[in-house]
């Protein structure tokens, strides 16, 4: 029987963020089920403030300011929100889902159901508190996102989470998570980028099949783990190793003066570049300081790209053990230094690749992740 979902997120695309990918995949899958789907956002980039996409998902851009440079949006309660408001208080929704609960957008989408009278659930993203780099505010932030997920709590009953690690998070906060909801893959996606060959990193950057290509994609940022990926990656001596980075943040020029001439910036690039770079590489290398579930992980490990990462995050359900990819305890340059060492034998790695390519079909798949949502609700 067809549904209606109403998914809040406070930022989404243009933003090629992991909550906002989550949010556009999981409501294609939706759809592609046979249901309907709203999305209710930020108007962040000033976009129209209501459109419908190419792939039939409503789409609702609230008024805000843009705090932290846009990461942290706010919603401005003018003439046009309350009109938008009103226009979407007129649908029927069986369902409103509330991705993040640390944003007043997350607020306003459990008072939207209260009111309404609608069943909601809020899936949480993350494993460790939002950082921005800044010690004296990155205090004030986790304090800001206490209160915010104490008043969050009066209003919505129901947690999930993206993955088992960040529903263990929760409990920090007092939470209980009620199930996983899997950040998860769109495989045919990934098969389609890649046989358009967009782009052959090898031959664009003169370096040999022979040869071990690193990658690091996602934004740079310490919390990432690109210091001491970099850090690693120059401590090790062979002449036939690369490394890249595709993303851009504010790391970007810091890093570029510390590399030598066998490291690569890509800056930000779209989804068919990526899988095209991760055709290409031979090791994913993200040393993370946390994540939920990363999307740069199941997209390597989709184009059967052997993943190193820490233990801080999701990916562990993924690579299991040793025998799926490498997992560090911590992000430290010698662990990471060990994890690169480690993944050089060729051997190694395919069998890896082959086992946790195996547990992603079985697991991590936009489809899975949308059945498990459609029953959730019947």
């Known amino acids: ?22 949010v556009y995949n999981l409501s294609k899958s939706l759809i592609d089920l046979g249901h309907d789907v709203t999305v209710v956002t930020s108007n962040v980039f000033d976009l129209p403030s209501y459109e419908v996409d190419e792939n039939g ?28 408001d009103k226009k979407l208080s007129q649908k029927h929704f069986d369902l409103v889902i509330i991705n993040a609960r640390f944003y007043i957008h997350s607020l306003y989408a459990a008072n939207f159901a209260k009111k309404n009278n609608i069943k909601c659930i809020t899936i949480e993203h993350g494993s460790t508190h939002l950082s921005v780099d800044n010690k004296i505010l990155d205090f004030a932030v986790a304090h800001v996102e206490h209160f915010v997920t104490l008043l969050l ?33 769109d495989i045919d996606s990934v098969k389609v980028a890649s046989q358009k060959k967009i782009c052959d990193y090898r031959k664009q950057y003169n ?9 690091f994609t996602g934004r740079l940022l310490k919390i990432k783990g690109v210091y001491e990926l970099l850090d690693a990656f120059k401590t ?6 690369y490394l890249f980075y595709a993303g851009d943040g504010p790391e970007m020029d810091e890093l570029k003066s510390k590399a030598n001439d066998h ?17 290409t590489s031979d090791i994913y290398c993200l040393p993370s300081v946390s994540e939920g579930m990363s999307t740069s992980i199941l997209e390597a490990v989709a184009t059967n790209t052997f993943v190193i990462t820490t ?20 992000n ?33 798949t936009w489809q899975k992740t949308a059945e498990n949502l459609e029953n959730l609700v019947k």
């Open 153 to 185: 709590k009066k209003k919505c009953s129901d947690y999930y989470a993206v993955s088992k690690a960040a529903g263990e998070w929760s409990e920090h906060f007092g939470i209980k998570s009620k199930g996983t909801l899997y950040n998860a893959i």
């Open 236 to 241: 090790i001596n062979r002449d036939d190793l």
């Open 332 to 364: 430290t340059v010698e662990e990471t230094k060990a994890a690169l060492e480690k993944a050089f034998d060729e051997q190694y790695r395919k069998n890896a690749i082959e086992k946790a390519y195996q547990k992603l079909l079985d697991g991590f």
């Open 263 to 279: 490291v690569f910036f890509l800056g930000k690039i779209d989804f068919d570049h990526i899988i095209s770079l991760l055709d």
């Open 311 to 330: 233990y801080n995050g999701g990916a562990r359900e993924l690579i299991i053990s040793d025998e799926y990819g490498v997992i560090t305890k911590s």
């Open 1 to 22: 029987m067809k549904k209606s979902f109403c998914l809040f997120c406070a930022n989404y695309l243009p933003n090629l963020g992991g909550i906002e990918r989550y």
């Open 207 to 215: 370096i040999s099949t022979d040869a071990t290509v690193i990658t």
């Open 57 to 84: 998902i409503e789409i609702f851009r609230m008024p805000c300011y843009s705090f932290m440079k846009g990461r942290y949006p706010v919603l401005k309660k003018n003439g046009d929100f309350k009109n938008l």
